[in-house]
């Protein structure tokens, strides 16, 4: 299970994140929401240390994954982005690699090189990822050819072949179309069943359509947490109501 205890995220001695406490149940898929700028995505990056990245950012507090810290001295941060895979609002596959390339980037970047294995790990992700019937014959061409929907899928498959506990997802519908995102939700359903997923999302009737539990944030602050089902029809917290209704954000 991954979790986060007192999680607080500065950039430049400036507080984004305050204090977050949170558990993300495994096999469930966790959405969090909040208005823009409130520190979802900021959140999300810190579950699989993006922010070792960005110069003037620094994270306390303690994130564990089946209770190991993962800022732990002992963690390597390659091997954490292994087992806590991310996906990003924007479709980024690597354009000067193909689309079998892309796929086994990650599992390269570990050390398998086993051609059999690779191809192997290859098919089952873009399986896993509902994109293989759609590119199978035609691995080795370029992933920027793929519309936007397709990209994105690909995208999941380069993060689902190295076999991840945890799928982070940042927005990853907010550029795409009706069909692909319903593609997209679909595929959120089978990966449930294999692993915990955590998605930020703007879209109210996205976060409820797919998620088991939801986590609202405001000002860099948890404001509630709890069933999906509960929380968008019964909600603890006046601002909670505020927000799923509309009335701010």
């Keep these: ?19 977050i406490s949170l558990d993300f149940p495994a096999r469930k898929i966790t959405a969090i929401i909040g208005p823009s700028g409130c520190g979802k995505s900021t959140l999300l990056r810190a579950f699989n240390r993006m922010h070792d990245l960005t110069p003037g950012a620094r994270v306390t507090g303690t994130v564990t994954l089946d209770g190991r810290d993962i800022y732990g001295k002992a963690e390597d941060a390659v091997l954490v982005r292994r087992r806590i895979g991310m996906v ?6 690597f354009p000067t690699m193909s689309i079998f ?3 086994i980037a990650g599992l390269r970047l570990v050390g398998v090189r086993n051609r059999g294995t690779l191809r192997e790990a290859a098919e ?5 990822a509902a994109l293989w019937d759609e590119v199978k014959d035609r691995l080795k061409s370029n992933p920027m050819s793929l519309s936007g929907g397709q990209q ?13 506990k945890v799928l982070l997802m940042d927005e990853p519908c907010s550029a795409l179309d009706p069909i692909a995102t319903a593609k997209i939700e679909e595929l959120l359903f089978r990966l449930r069943e294999r692993l915990s997923v955590v998605i930020v999302t703007h879209n109210m009737q996205q976060a ?19 069933l999906t089902e509960k929380m968008f029809t019964n909600p603890k917290e006046r601002t909670t109501e505020d927000y799923i209704t509309g009335r701010f954000g």
């Design 124 to 128: 089952s992700a873009l399986m896993d």
């Design 152 to 164: 994105q899928r690909l995208c999941i498959a380069r993060a689902l072949a190295v076999d991840p």
């Design 208 to 226: 409820a359509r797919v998620s088991d539990y939801t986590a609202f944030l405001w000002m860099g602050q948890l404001i509630e947490t709890g």
């Design 1 to 19: 299970m991954l979790a986060c205890h007192d999680l607080q995220i500065e950039f430049n001695r400036v507080p984004v994140v305050r204090g």
């Design 101 to 103: 390339d892309n796929v």
């Design 88 to 93: 990003f609002q924007k479709p980024n596959p």
